[in-house]
């Protein structure tokens, strides 16, 4: 395996091993699973369907995107759009 590809599934394990301590599950697959690391892996896999060429950069920031999301619940800002934007940053 190169060095690259080696940093990347590094990367990717790390992001999944975070996003597998969400205590939210859904189920797939016919058994619960975390939820954000549910949403990343589909995340992944629908890049790879739409843009099976993209940047390493991209795919890790696929996979990422909402890491560990649960520990800043939407619930804790005001239900406008300034409390949306204030959650988001």
Aim: hydrophobic content about 35%.
């Amino acid at each position: 395996m190169n060095t690259d590809q080696h940093r990347f599934d590094q990367a990717v394990a790390r992001f999944d091993a975070a996003n597998a301590e969400d205590p939210n599950g859904e189920i797939a697959d016919g058994r619960v699973q975390p939820k954000e690391l549910l949403y990343a892996q589909r995340l992944s896999a629908m890049l790879a369907r739409f843009a099976p060429d993209s940047t390493e950069s991209l795919r890790l920031a696929v996979r990422c995107q909402h890491i560990q999301r649960w520990k800043i619940p939407r619930s804790d800002y005001p239900k406008t759009p300034a409390g949306y934007k204030q959650w988001r940053s």
